[in-house]
């Protein structure tokens, strides 16, 4: 009796080859072809001229990006899906593009390019020390290419501080980057003081934004290494941003307690962070996160909201209130003694 032909097995397929899919993206971002085709140039012979490009290549890039799904094509017309107008073209206010550099780039790549390895020894001897380097331009990258994306959370981050608007409030951020979370408290607060803390180059990226957002005369600097430098004390907010899933729970409890030591009387943690369920397997952009701190730091992980309450309940905090940033995946929890 014949076997019937097998089924190819798409997910498997989809998986191992998702590296073409977000190399034909990047290229996209990279040679400016949906900004393009948003400005009114929507032929490949017209797209291949303004980016002095072979017209065979564009053509086939997007025609793998309409099959994508990131454009549409009408005869030899193309044109953005709601998406790409919304998160790829560099005219919209919601333009995501620049965090190819940093989701990309090869300090990120060499992580995953070693996984094997990282699985075998529950940890990365790859990326680690490059996220630790003071001179490091990998959050340079960060720092300049994920704004935009975190944007919505720190906006909604601020909203959930519970401050009087006119109250002064002193606010040290941590590990700062691009400054987005420090100064969406600014915008909040008119007469809020920002501390912002990270490497030096990096602060650099955080100033040109807060004088970008009309914030520079309340936004101040901590350069250095957060675990070493002296921070300050009687700050009424915390922002610990996308951080503590870089380190091992016993590291994060220490800084935990080292910051509770910061605050004022009354004062608040703010963390925001990926947490996947109790289950760790939903929901699937949270699930998928301890992925990433696997292959690129030698002991981080994604935290449940249980284990965090767990760290901060263990250094004082005894009240911790877990609050979703939806539609952004990122949770947030503010803790108070």
Same mark, same amino acid.
């Given at each position: 009796?014949?076997?019937?032909?097998?089924?190819?097995?798409?997910?498997?397929?989809?998986?191992?080859?998702?590296?073409?899919?977000?190399?034909?993206?990047?290229?996209?971002?990279?040679? =400016?072809?949906?900004?393009?085709?948003?400005?009114?140039?929507?032929?490949?012979?017209?797209?291949?001229?303004?980016?002095?490009?072979?017209?065979?290549?564009?053509?086939?890039?997007?025609?793998?990006?309409?099959?994508?799904?990131?454009?549409?094509?009408?005869?030899?017309?193309?044109?953005?899906?709601?998406?790409?107008?919304?998160?790829?073209?560099?005219?919209?206010?919601?333009?995501?593009?620049?965090?190819?550099?940093?989701?990309?780039?090869?300090?990120?790549?060499?992580?995953?390019?070693?996984?094997?390895?990282?699985?075998?020894?529950?940890?990365?001897?790859?990326?680690?020390?490059?996220?630790?380097?003071?001179?490091?331009?990998?959050?340079?990258?960060?720092?300049?290419?994920?704004?935009?994306?975190?944007?919505?959370?720190?906006?909604?981050?601020?909203?959930?501080?519970?401050?009087?608007?006119?109250?002064?409030?002193?606010?040290?951020?941590?590990?700062?980057?691009?400054?987005?979370?420090?100064?969406?408290?600014?915008?909040?607060?008119?007469?809020?003081?920002?501390?912002?803390?990270?490497?030096?180059?990096?602060?650099?990226?955080?100033?040109?934004?807060?004088?970008?957002?009309?914030?520079?005369?309340?936004?101040?600097?901590?350069?250095?290494?957060?675990?070493?430098?002296?921070?300050?004390?009687?700050? =009424?907010?915390?922002?610990?941003?996308?951080?503590?899933?870089?380190? =091992?729970?016993?590291?994060?409890?220490?800084?935990?307690?080292?910051?509770?030591?910061?605050?004022?009387?009354?004062?608040?943690?703010?963390?925001?962070?990926?947490?996947?369920?109790?289950?760790?397997?939903?929901?699937?952009?949270?699930?998928?996160?301890?992925?990433?701190?696997?292959?690129?730091?030698?002991?981080?992980?994604?935290?449940?909201?249980?284990?965090?309450?767990?760290?901060?309940?263990?250094?004082?905090?005894?009240?911790?209130?877990?609050?979703?940033?939806?539609?952004?995946?990122?949770?947030?929890?503010?803790?108070?003694?």
């Amino acid at each position: 009796m014949q076997q019937p032909a097998p089924v190819l097995p798409d997910l498997i397929f989809y998986t191992l080859t998702g590296f073409h899919r977000s190399a034909a993206l990047k290229t996209g971002i990279d040679l =400016d072809i949906f900004t393009r085709i948003g400005g009114g140039t929507t032929t490949s012979v017209n797209l291949a001229a303004s980016t002095n490009a072979a017209e065979r290549g564009v053509r086939i890039l997007c025609d793998s990006l309409t099959a994508m799904g990131f454009l549409t094509k009408d005869g030899s017309e193309y044109g953005l899906t709601d998406i790409a107008a919304q998160f790829l073209d560099k005219n919209s206010r919601a333009y995501l593009g620049g965090a190819a550099e940093f989701l990309m780039s090869d300090a990120q790549k060499r992580g995953f390019d070693d996984l094997t390895n990282a699985v075998v020894n529950g940890g990365s001897s790859v990326t680690g020390e490059a996220s630790m380097d003071p001179d490091s331009e990998m959050w340079v990258k960060f720092a300049r290419g994920m704004m935009p994306m975190m944007y919505p959370a720190a906006e909604m981050t601020a909203n959930h501080l519970g401050y009087q608007i006119d109250q002064p409030i002193k606010v040290l951020d941590i590990a700062a980057g691009h400054g987005i979370f420090g100064i969406m408290t600014a915008l909040k607060y008119p007469n809020a003081q920002i501390f912002a803390a990270d490497w030096p180059n990096v602060l650099t990226v955080a100033s040109e934004n807060a004088v970008k957002f009309g914030v520079a005369d309340r936004f101040h600097t901590i350069p250095g290494n957060a675990f070493e430098s002296e921070l300050g004390k009687e700050y =009424d907010v915390i922002l610990l941003p996308n951080f503590l899933h870089h380190f =091992d729970r016993e590291t994060c409890t220490k800084f935990l307690r080292d910051l509770n030591g910061c605050l004022a009387d009354g004062g608040k943690v703010a963390t925001v962070e990926f947490m996947p369920n109790d289950d760790r397997v939903s929901p699937p952009m949270s699930a998928m996160f301890p992925l990433v701190m696997l292959a690129a730091t030698p002991a981080g992980d994604a935290y449940t909201f249980v284990e965090l309450k767990e760290m901060c309940e263990s250094v004082g905090f005894s009240h911790n209130e877990l609050i979703s940033l939806e539609p952004s995946p990122s949770h947030l929890m503010i803790s108070t003694n």
